[in-house]
């Protein structure tokens, strides 16, 4: 991506990565740094149901029902998230789109207000390396500290450094066989539109293998370089 078809409108990008791989941190320092806004499609359905919006109605009647929200509540409520005034300095669109449909109906919404996607970043990691380390952490059910079985290990084995407790957790989905599945099948549903952006040349590839810092330097280069 050259940055030569690059709007004067506010910057929309999207965070690409598997679960781990630290959109969250990251979305939260681009935030920070550059005055963005965050979108994730539950924070948005949720905030559009509790203000009463009209496609917020529309979405508490499907979810109360047990249905899926559609793509078309999901934009409608997305248009009116875009409108609002901190969303001028630009946004990040965390869990949407999903599918190729969902992005060129996306596409199709922006284009109404001179708005494109500028940039799709995928967050890319190395499999392997991303089991080991989802499925080596722990907590301390005390005080919430963060450990590692390979890289953050306690000082004592299973006592927190912070307050002493004995009690470590790990979450039940934190184990080598559902982080693999959810790898590969994080891979089967993004691939399309990993090619959907790379199409259009707004597709950018970030190691998100390293440290969190060089990595967020590498997002903020991209945003400033579309924000040029």
Do not use: W
């Not at 791989?21 to 948005?44: I, P």
């Not at 969902?102 to 922006?110: C, F, I, K, N």
């Amino acid at each position: 991506m050259d940055g030569s078809n690059i709007s004067d409108a506010a910057p929309v990008l999207i965070l690409l990565g598997p679960p781990g791989a630290g959109k969250g941190t990251q979305a939260r320092k681009l935030e920070e740094d550059f005055g963005l806004v965050q979108l994730s499609t539950g924070d948005l359905l949720r905030a559009a149901v509790a203000a009463g919006t009209e496609a917020g109605k529309q979405a508490k009647a499907v979810m109360e029902s047990g249905g899926l929200v559609s793509d078309e509540i999901v934009l409608a409520i997305l248009k009116d998230r875009l409108a609002e005034s901190d969303c001028a300095k630009g946004v990040i669109l965390d869990g949407f789109p999903r599918t190729t449909v969902q992005a060129e109906a996306l596409d199709d919404l922006l284009k109404a207000s001179s708005q494109r996607i500028n940039a799709a970043i995928s967050l890319d990691v190395d499999d392997a390396e991303m089991v080991t380390r989802i499925a080596g952490r722990f907590t301390c059910k005390g005080c919430g500290e963060g450990y590692h079985d390979t890289f953050k290990a306690p000082v004592v084995a299973d006592t927190c450094d912070k307050c002493g407790s004995t009690q470590m957790v790990r979450r039940a989905d934190d184990n080598a066989e559902t982080v693999a599945s959810r790898l590969e099948a994080y891979h089967a549903q993004t691939a399309p539109l990993i090619d959907y952006y790379d199409g259009k040349g707004a597709l950018v590839r970030v190691d998100a293998m390293g440290d969190i810092d060089a990595i967020a330097s590498d997002l903020g280069a991209i945003v400033s370089r579309v924000s040029a």
